[in-house]
């Protein structure tokens, strides 16, 4: 592809980072988004979220003039949707009305000729259901589900596989699956994402590139919930789980992950479940796995209640309220800004509301807590250090890392203070 105009549908995480990176090559970008505020930001040069080196591809291309953000979809040669998959209600069922409202606010300017890529992590068959809605959309076009390979629109799926705190890098590194209804498809997003990707761009159809993604996660989460589980365990047996861990480790065919309060995050912590929804019957390990990691932050709620209780019996004349417990962490992973589904953001908001005395949050990365906490502070870390009597680790920043264990009682869910 020379010289294209590419259009990237969601500039949040995955988008912007995305639009950077082409529009670094030189290329024009226009970056669509609803949040008009964002929009605004990423004009001035500016970012609105916390990723190592994109304030600075993102000042470049804007200053360059080739990056540009609007609120409504123009014309282009590729068009990139990177909008958010949740879930709808409690039952974990995929909610896929963002992708489809990308859909009917892109298909008014689709011409014949033109790339439809879902890089939005979706369960399988999204891709198709995409397609299906364009052509809903627009008779006037020819799409592959019923043109093949003449359609006179190409539509793929390319699942972003990125580590927060590294995007930048891993977009150009990392090895891309690229799904495409038809090998027409598959070759035009091919030669769209070796603009920058210097990976290999591995070519499948739709459904296995959408599978793909939801396998990686899932393994991550089945091994997770191993590590979580086991915390449970070794806390009943009254055995050091980060000591069980590196012993157990030391065998040349075993590495155990790291147990937390949970798992966070809008992948690992939602793919799974798409692929229950499509076989519950048969999804039987993946359903136990999440269920293990959700289960953990309410296991957590109950540690911190006997953390206070333990407070109280060495204090007698202390009552709950006069009790002050700091949690260090809100973040999904350590050293970023993101807080989609953190099992951090669910146990500060209970406690926040069960606990009758102060708490407190650490979060360097941010400058307000979200609305779901309330009744909460935040404080900086010396503050909660010197105030506190409970201290709970739940998200191990390297700040907190590199600072002294707090006096008090420690709840470490993460063995920072275990070191």
Same mark, same amino acid.
């Given at each position: 592809?020379?010289?294209?105009?590419?259009?990237?549908?969601?500039?949040?995480?995955?988008?912007?980072?995305? *639009?950077?990176?082409?529009?670094?090559?030189?290329?024009?970008?226009?970056?669509v $988004? +609803?949040n008009?505020?964002? +929009?605004?930001?990423?004009n001035?040069?500016?970012?609105?979220?916390?990723e190592?080196?994109?304030?600075?591809?993102?000042?470049?291309?804007?200053?360059?003039?080739?990056?540009?953000?609007?609120?409504?979809?123009?014309?282009?040669?590729?068009?990139?949707?990177?909008v958010p998959?949740?879930?709808?209600?409690?039952?974990?069922?995929?909610?896929?009305?963002?992708?489809?409202? =990308?859909?009917?606010?892109?298909?008014?300017v689709?011409?014949?000729?033109?790339?439809?890529?879902?890089?939005?992590?979706?369960?399988?068959g =999204?891709?198709?259901?995409?397609?299906?809605?364009?052509?809903?959309?627009?008779?006037?076009?020819?799409?592959?589900?019923?043109?093949?390979?003449?359609s006179d629109?190409?539509?793929?799926?390319?699942?972003?596989?990125?580590?927060?705190?590294?995007?930048?890098?891993?977009?150009i590194?990392?090895?891309?699956?690229?799904?495409?209804?038809?090998?027409?498809?598959?070759?035009?997003?091919?030669?769209?994402?070796?603009?920058?990707?210097?990976?290999?761009? +591995?070519?499948?159809?739709?459904?296995?590139?959408e599978?793909?993604?939801?396998?990686?996660?899932?393994?991550?989460?089945?091994?997770?919930?191993?590590?979580n589980?086991?915390?449970?365990?070794? $806390?009943?047996?009254?055995?050091?789980?980060?000591?069980?861990?590196?012993? =157990?480790?030391?065998?040349?065919?075993?590495?155990?992950?790291?147990?937390?309060? !949970?798992?966070?995050?809008?992948?690992? *912590?939602?793919?799974?479940?798409f692929?229950?929804?499509?076989?519950?019957e048969? *999804?039987?390990?993946?359903?136990?796995?999440?269920?293990?990691?959700?289960?953990? @932050?309410?296991?957590?709620?109950?540690?911190?209640?006997?953390?206070?209780?333990?407070?109280?019996?060495?204090?007698?004349g202390?009552?709950?309220?006069d009790?002050?417990? =700091?949690?260090?962490?809100?973040?999904?992973k350590? $050293?970023?800004?993101?807080?989609?589904?953190?099992?951090?953001?669910?146990? +500060?908001?209970?406690?926040?509301?069960?606990?009758?005395?102060s708490?407190?949050?650490?979060? @360097?990365?941010? $400058?307000?807590?979200?609305?779901?906490?309330?009744?909460?502070?935040?404080?900086?870390?010396?503050?909660?250090?010197?105030?506190?009597?409970?201290?709970?680790m739940?998200?191990?920043?390297?700040?907190?890392r590199?600072?002294?264990q707090?006096?008090?009682v420690l709840?470490?869910?993460? !063995?920072?203070?275990?070191?």
């Amino acid at each position: 592809m020379t010289s294209p105009t590419i259009s990237v549908i969601g500039l949040g995480y995955i988008g912007l980072p995305t *639009a950077a990176m082409f529009a670094s090559r030189k290329v024009k970008v226009v970056g669509v $988004d +609803v949040n008009a505020s964002a +929009v605004e930001t990423i004009n001035r040069g500016k970012i609105h979220i916390v990723e190592p080196d994109l304030d600075i591809a993102v000042h470049s291309a804007v200053t360059e003039g080739f990056l540009r953000a609007t609120t409504r979809p123009e014309p282009a040669d590729a068009f990139l949707i990177a909008v958010p998959t949740p879930f709808q209600g409690d039952d974990h069922t995929p909610d896929l009305t963002y992708i489809q409202s =990308a859909a009917r606010a892109i298909a008014p300017v689709l011409s014949s000729g033109n790339l439809v890529v879902l890089e939005s992590t979706s369960p399988v068959g =999204a891709t198709e259901l995409l397609a299906a809605w364009l052509a809903e959309a627009r008779p006037d076009l020819t799409f592959p589900q019923s043109a093949g390979e003449s359609s006179d629109i190409r539509v793929a799926h390319c699942p972003e596989r990125v580590l927060p705190g590294k995007v930048m890098q891993e977009l150009i590194h990392n090895d891309r699956v690229i799904g495409g209804m038809t090998r027409k498809c598959s070759d035009a997003a091919v030669a769209l994402y070796k603009i920058f990707v210097d990976g290999e761009c +591995v070519i499948t159809n739709a459904r296995t590139a959408e599978m793909a993604k939801l396998t990686e996660n899932s393994f991550r989460d089945v091994n997770i919930a191993f590590a979580n589980e086991l915390s449970i365990i070794c $806390d009943k047996l009254h055995i050091d789980v980060w000591e069980l861990i590196k012993l =157990a480790n030391r065998h040349p065919r075993v590495n155990i992950l790291q147990p937390g309060p !949970g798992v966070g995050g809008h992948c690992i *912590a939602v793919d799974p479940w798409f692929i229950v929804s499509k076989t519950p019957e048969e *999804a039987c390990l993946i359903r136990v796995a999440r269920e293990v990691n959700d289960a953990k @932050p309410q296991w957590v709620l109950n540690k911190i209640k006997e953390a206070v209780a333990r407070h109280l019996c060495a204090d007698p004349g202390k009552a709950e309220a006069d009790v002050t417990i =700091a949690c260090y962490g809100l973040a999904f992973k350590p $050293d970023i800004d993101d807080l989609r589904e953190s099992p951090a953001v669910e146990i +500060v908001s209970k406690l926040s509301s069960l606990h009758c005395g102060s708490v407190y949050v650490v979060e @360097p990365n941010i $400058d307000r807590l979200p609305g779901s906490i309330e009744g909460a502070i935040l404080v900086s870390e010396e503050e909660a250090r010197q105030t506190a009597d409970v201290h709970v680790m739940l998200v191990d920043h390297q700040s907190f890392r590199n600072a002294p264990q707090p006096n008090g009682v420690l709840l470490d869910l993460r !063995g920072a203070w275990s070191c």
